[in-house]
């Protein structure tokens, strides 16, 4: 009888860990299935917390600059509010890989999201060409082109009753800069002084 339960017990706990270790796997390739199709990466603060000294990452024979030096690009404050590094890592286009920061700044509900990526050059970039030829309806938004000193293209996309919506820049024909506002309508009508905070500047 105590063989019996012995045996049992020793069957018990293999089967136990087995199937930890296919749950492990499993959460793995999931893990690297989610990565691979996310346009923008989980928080990560291994990433958005290491201080780098390499300016610039090889990725897939483009020289990127490093996720985390991204931030370099964005300033300490926006209308009185605070950079909260949220995301920063590589991830994947139609095109190629690309690297990528998110920050944001908000207080009491009032929200402006950041999004930085560096893709090398605007052939990596998918929606480039919509800089130039943006849809001439879009329920609901207004589509205006923004008028940008040299080496900056965009537009701005805006919902005028709840005053909120997104400006799309590609920068120096390799960054994109992406602004979502909720609750600045006063942004609508100085985007300017917004974008040229962000310093791309070498």
Same mark, same amino acid.
Not at 48 to 62: A, L, Q, R, T
Not at 187 to 196: A, G, L, P, R, S
């Given at each position: 009888?105590?063989? $019996?339960?012995?045996?049992?017990?020793?069957?018990?706990?293999? #089967?136990?860990?087995?199937?930890?270790?296919?749950? =492990?796997?499993?959460?793995?390739?999931?893990?690297?299935?989610?990565?691979?199709?996310?346009?923008?990466?989980?928080?990560?603060?291994?990433?958005?917390?290491?201080?780098?000294?390499?300016?610039?990452?090889?990725?897939?024979?483009?020289?990127?600059?490093?996720?985390? =030096?991204?931030?370099?690009?964005?300033?300490?404050?926006?209308?009185?509010?605070?950079?909260?590094?949220? #995301?920063?890592?590589?991830?994947?286009?139609?095109?190629?890989? @690309?690297?990528?920061?998110?920050?944001?700044?908000?207080?009491?509900? =009032?929200?402006?999201?950041?999004?930085?990526?560096? @893709?090398?050059?605007?052939? %990596?970039?998918?929606?480039?060409?919509?800089?130039?030829?943006?849809?001439?309806?879009?329920?609901?938004?207004? $589509?205006?082109?923004?008028? $940008?000193?040299?080496?900056?293209?965009?537009?701005?996309?805006?919902?005028?009753?709840?005053?909120?919506?997104?400006?799309?820049? %590609?920068?120096?024909? =390799?960054?994109? $800069?992406?602004?979502?506002?909720?609750?600045?309508?006063?942004?609508?009508?100085? @985007?300017?002084?917004?974008?040229?905070?962000?310093?791309?500047?070498?």
């Amino acid at each position: 009888m105590k063989i $019996l339960l012995f045996i049992t017990f020793i069957v018990i706990v293999l #089967s136990s860990c087995d199937s930890s270790e296919v749950d =492990r796997l499993n959460d793995k390739n999931d893990t690297s299935q989610i990565n691979e199709n996310l346009s923008e990466l989980k928080i990560n603060n291994d990433v958005v917390n290491n201080d780098n000294k390499d300016k610039v990452i090889n990725v897939e024979g483009k020289e990127l600059i490093a996720p985390n =030096r991204l931030f370099d690009f964005y300033p300490e404050k926006i209308l009185g509010l605070n950079l909260e590094k949220s #995301s920063s890592g590589n991830t994947r286009s139609g095109l190629g890989r @690309y690297t990528t920061s998110t920050g944001v700044y908000e207080k009491n509900g =009032r929200l402006i999201k950041v999004r930085i990526s560096d @893709y090398f050059d605007k052939e %990596f970039f998918p929606d480039y060409q919509l800089m130039f030829d943006m849809p001439k309806k879009d329920p609901g938004f207004i $589509l205006t082109k923004l008028d $940008l000193k040299d080496g900056y293209i965009g537009f701005m996309r805006w919902e005028e009753n709840y005053k909120f919506g997104y400006i799309s820049i %590609f920068v120096k024909n =390799r960054y994109h $800069l992406l602004i979502d506002i909720e609750g600045f309508p006063e942004i609508k009508n100085n @985007y300017k002084e917004i974008i040229y905070k962000f310093n791309f500047e070498d």
